[in-house]
């Protein structure tokens, strides 16, 4: 698929992480698929937090991985769901706890792991990739493919966050 839009940003905590999460949560258009890629403890949820936090889900819903459940639903904006696909190792798992029927909500979907999908799987969607740098630092990469938002990505060069 091909890249369309690109920001790349160092973050120097996680709030830095969470303030880029909640512009891209505030910026995108239902049935928005994001994956999220980066090591163990980079900070994958912590960005999905802050996506939830700007697609306006409640403060009394605290986000952790699903990686046991495998897929968490929350309220907002839109239907927001947040998966994690760490433990899945067949496909046909996600079928069996309605995968399908989560892609025809037409709400957020945001996927920790997506390695575990087929390549291709998705014909557009939004690329979080996150490197961990020295202490606190991370390099946050927001890519979208199949998928035009200037605003979104003007908005997250007005930042300025560093
Ligand atoms: N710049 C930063 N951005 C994001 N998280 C940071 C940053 N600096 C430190 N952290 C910390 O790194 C940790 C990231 O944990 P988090 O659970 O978000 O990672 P994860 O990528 O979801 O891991 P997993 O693959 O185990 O699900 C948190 O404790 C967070 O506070
Ligand atoms: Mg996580």
Redesign the pocket.
Known sequence: MKKVNEFIT?????????KIAGIVGENIPEGTIIT?Y????????????GLAKGLAVPDEYYI??P?YSIINEYPGKLPFYHM?L?RVSDFDELYEIGFEEILEQNGVIAI??PERLPDDFFESYIKID?K?LE????K?SVITYGLNLPDLIQKLSDLNIS
């Not at 202490?135 to 991370?138: C, G, I, T, V």
């Open positions: 160092d973050t120097k905590n996680p709030e830095d992480t969470q999220l980066g090591d163990l403890g980079s900070g994958k949820t912590t960005f999905v937090q952790t991985s990686t994690d760490y920790e792991w996150i961990i202490n606190d630092e991370r946050l």
